[in-house]
């Protein structure tokens, strides 16, 4: 069974910082392009970050382009979103996603996709 749970989430002043991670269990990350999604109060789920599984190429939603970096270190199946320059406007529950798709149409991932719990992150201003 694959599993993948986020991990850093928390509460922190506007113009701070965070890390978040994302383990995946049960499958070699390499096979996987992976991508952090967010949800906020009355909300629809939107796409964050991609990076994919063979290029390395990363994409950004124009929100947080300049503010946050994604990463994946395919010998620990592990999957990262570091968020500087922190904004209310961030608050929400972040998830991380894998998928045999491409970061191209990450936007419109959903369920052919493998999922996290989430993790919720929270901007005080």
């Known amino acids: 069974q694959v599993q993948l749970v986020e991990s850093g989430g928390g509460l922190v002043q506007a113009g701070g910082s965070l890390r978040l991670s994302c383990t995946v269990s049960?499958?070699?990350?390499?096979?996987?392009?992976a991508a952090w999604f967010r949800q906020a109060p009355g909300k629809e789920r939107e796409g964050v970050s991609c990076i994919s599984n063979n290029s390395g190429s990363t994409y950004y939603d124009d929100s947080v382009k300049g503010r946050f970096t994604i990463s994946r270190d395919n010998a620990k199946n592990m999957v990262y979103l570091q968020m500087n320059s922190l904004k209310p406007e961030d608050t929400a529950v972040y998830y991380c996603?894998?998928?045999?798709?491409?970061?191209?149409?990450?936007?419109?991932?959903?369920?052919?996709?493998?999922w996290g719990q989430g993790t919720p992150v929270t901007i005080s201003s």
């Open positions: 049960g499958a070699t990350l390499d096979w996987y392009a």
């Open positions: 996603a894998a998928s045999e798709r491409t970061c191209g149409t990450y936007y419109s991932w959903g369920s052919l996709e493998l």
